[in-house]
């Protein structure tokens, strides 16, 4: 019932900026969570950032250059990443999560390189 779509991956060179976008279409309302998971090779899936309710929270490697922010009359979440980094190269899911379960989106993949 409820989908979730990811935009906005690409290849991009280290230091430059990047934007994705993520639109949940069902019962997600604005005080559900929605938010940013990363996955690079070889490694677990990592939290990126999260929002609810105006409230945000930042995974320590992404502080101060990647920001988070929301559309609630678009179900749109959107994460702007600035001095990208080789490291931050992962396919990035969005989520959406509800009482019951979470609902991701299919990924996108972010190659930066040096």
């Known amino acids: 019932q409820v989908q979730v779509v990811e935009s906005g991956g690409g290849l991009v060179q280290a230091g430059e900026s990047l934007r994705l976008s993520c639109t949940a279409s069902g019962s997600i309302f604005s005080y559900n969570p929605m938010g940013w998971y990363r996955q690079a090779p070889g490694k677990q899936r990592e939290l990126v950032a999260t929002?609810?309710?105006?409230?945000?929270n930042y995974g320590n490697s992404v502080k101060g250059r990647f920001t988070i922010s929301r559309d609630n009359a678009k179900n749109t979440v959107y994460l702007q990443m600035n001095s990208l980094k080789p490291e931050d190269t992962a396919v990035y899911y969005c989520?959406?999560?509800?009482?019951?379960?979470?609902?991701w989106g299919q990924g996108t993949q972010v190659t930066v390189s040096s």
């Open positions: 989520n959406a999560q509800t009482k019951w379960r979470a609902y």
């Open positions: 929002i609810t309710s105006g409230i945000t």
